[in-house]
């Protein structure tokens, strides 16, 4: 079926190191991920998103890897500081028509950076 | 602030209320999503409108949700006869299509219903 899922619910990492945040999805049809995170009392706010022809992106401190062999997709923010504390969701549009907005969203890990 | 903004942002209702919602998109913002998050769950689309049209809709959206967009600028959602498994929180997002480009979806901050 169509899924979307994370290895780890929690994440607890030191101030000033990296962070990796795994998510794994069923639909080899989906042409489209995307990560979100997620503070308390907000609505989730886009970080950085990958089409299946790519295996990895880059932005501003973070990477986003995607290996459609293993159907995996990973989120790595280097660098982790206080304020990335937050819950980050992956989500794939599953690419059967219908708008890229349509997308189906995992549970969430929570990132803790202690100080 | 020209983000995506929801109202209210918490609302409380006894069973079998009726209850409504409004989002306002970004402006010029042609397409206005609503999704329902659960606590400790991720987000679940619920409905989605190019401009005034209603495109498409969920399993989840029951007869008693209805969500419109009479001038494809603000959006409403109404929940009929509200039922405790209806409390969550409703998220608005909007986002600009052009062409064939990638959708990027803002959201807004949500408005929490508890059923009573």
């Known amino acids: 079926g169509e899924s979307v899922g994370l290895h780890l619910p929690t994440l607890s990492v030191q101030e000033g190191d990296n962070s990796i945040i795994n998510c794994a999805y069923s639909?080899?049809?989906?042409?489209?991920f995307i990560w979100y995170k997620q503070e308390s009392g907000k609505g989730p706010q886009f970080i950085i998103d990958i089409r299946s022809n790519m295996d990895k992106r880059q932005g501003q401190r973070v990477t986003v890897l995607l290996n459609k062999t293993v159907k995996h997709l990973s989120l790595q923010i280097a660098a982790t500081q206080p304020g990335d504390s937050a819950v980050y969701f992956c989500?794939?549009?599953?690419?059967?028509?219908?708008?890229?907005?349509?997308?189906?969203f995992g549970k969430g890990t929570k990132l803790s950076v202690k100080p | 602030d020209t983000g995506v903004s929801q109202d209210p942002r918490h609302k409380i209702t006894k069973r079998g209320q009726n209850v409504t919602f409004r989002c306002d998109p970004i402006s010029e913002h042609n397409r206005l999503y609503w999704y329902r998050q659960t606590l400790g769950q991720g987000p679940e689309f619920l409905t989605y409108f190019q401009n005034e049209a209603q495109l498409e809709k969920s399993r989840l959206l029951s007869d008693r949700f209805s969500a419109e967009r009479p001038k494809g600028s603000f959006s409403t959602l109404e929940i009929q006869r509200t039922e405790q498994g209806d409390s969550a929180m409703y998220l608005c997002?909007?986002?600009?299509?052009?062409?064939?480009?990638?959708?990027?979806?803002?959201f807004g901050s949500g408005t929490q219903l508890s059923v009573l």
């Open positions: 639909n080899s049809a989906s042409d489209y």
């Open positions: 997002a909007s986002s600009l299509v052009v062409g064939t480009g990638k959708e990027k979806l803002f």
């Open positions: 989500a794939e549009n599953s690419g059967y028509g219908g708008s890229q907005g349509n997308l189906i």
